[in-house]
């Protein structure tokens, strides 16, 4: 059995798509499955993924590569490769981010022999659309002097906005602590049985990383290394940055979630709690955009 399936749902990433590929290829860990599944790219995102190829099928266990015809969006993507993937555990990256050499290595050595944990991952460092290493300010505005940064690390920034949770702790990725909200860095591995089992219910239009953890929490443990195995790419194309879309998709998985949490109080009054937060969020941002249209057209 394959050890390891990296997983590169892509679409749109052709400036950065290269990067993440030779990443993958640089892993000291050697036992791996590339699967890249490409959402109808218009930019030559493809072009660059077959240039690659050659180079793809000397390095890896397995290698697929899927062209869909079809722009039907990344938790689609990501379905079909969770399905698909033969490896133990199962690796997902962005197309624009970079997995240190050591990542997958590293990650493996912890969670090979421990059956109770569904999830490890470490913490990441932020770059630029250059790959020019940065820094967050208050705002997550980008700060290349570290001295005036507000946060250093996505886990710093993480950990920072949840004080509540401690990422040394053993009750670290706990259901009840993840229903408060997502604080799970990127670039982390997946039990592959754990992985295939939670994609059965994700559906489109879903926070899916939130949606795949609480899932796995369910079941497993999860754990977080104080490394920076990954770099995370703050540009002007994040997704996270549409924030009325990541509401949304955030108030749909907290919204699934009730038929889970009803009949244990505690679980239950976090999830009212967390569900009628992201409503109101929602209906601030709903108001803000009913508003400024109004405004542009008087």
Not at 5 to 27: G, K, L, M
Not at 120 to 139: H, M, S
Not at 177 to 205: C, D, H, T, V
Not at 259 to 280: D, E, M, V
Request: aromatic share 12%; hydrophobic share 40%; charged share 30%.
């Amino acid at each position: 059995m394959i050890k390891v399936t990296v997983i590169i749902p892509s679409y749109n990433h052709a400036r950065y798509i290269r990067q993440t590929i030779e990443s993958v290829i640089a892993q000291t860990f050697s036992d791996i499955e590339l699967i890249i599944i490409d959402d109808c790219s218009t930019d030559g995102t493809m072009d660059m993924i077959r240039r690659l190829e050659p180079e793809c099928r000397k390095r890896f266990t397995s290698l697929v590569i899927v062209e869909k015809e079809k722009n039907l969006g990344v938790v689609d993507s990501m379905k079909t490769a969770i399905a698909m993937a033969q490896g133990k555990f199962i690796y997902p990256t962005a197309s624009d981010d970079i997995l240190k050499p050591e990542a997958i290595a590293t990650l493996y050595d912890f969670i090979k022999d421990r059956d109770d944990y569904g999830l490890v991952g470490g913490d990441d460092e932020l770059i630029d659309a250059d790959g020019e290493r940065i820094y967050w300010g208050k705002n997550r505005e980008i700060v290349y002097d570290q001295t005036s940064a507000k946060y250093l690390t996505f886990a710093d920034f993480l950990k920072k906005s949840r004080p509540d949770v401690d990422f040394s702790s053993h009750d670290y990725g706990s259901y009840k602590s993840l229903l408060r909200g997502n604080y799970i860095p990127n670039g982390f591995l997946w039990r592959a049985l754990a992985a295939k089992n939670a994609a059965k219910g994700l559906k489109n239009g879903f926070l899916e990383d939130w949606y795949m953890g609480l899932q796995v929490s369910k079941k497993y443990k999860l754990k977080y290394i104080d490394k920076i195995l990954y770099s995370y790419r703050w540009h002007q194309d994040n997704a996270v940055k549409d924030l009325v879309k990541v509401l949304k998709s955030a108030y749909l998985v907290i919204k699934n979630e009730g038929s889970y949490c009803f009949g244990n109080r505690k679980l239950l009054t976090i999830y009212t709690q967390n569900r009628l937060r992201y409503f109101a969020a929602l209906c601030k941002y709903a108001a803000k955009e009913i508003l400024f249209r109004w405004l542009i057209n008087i």
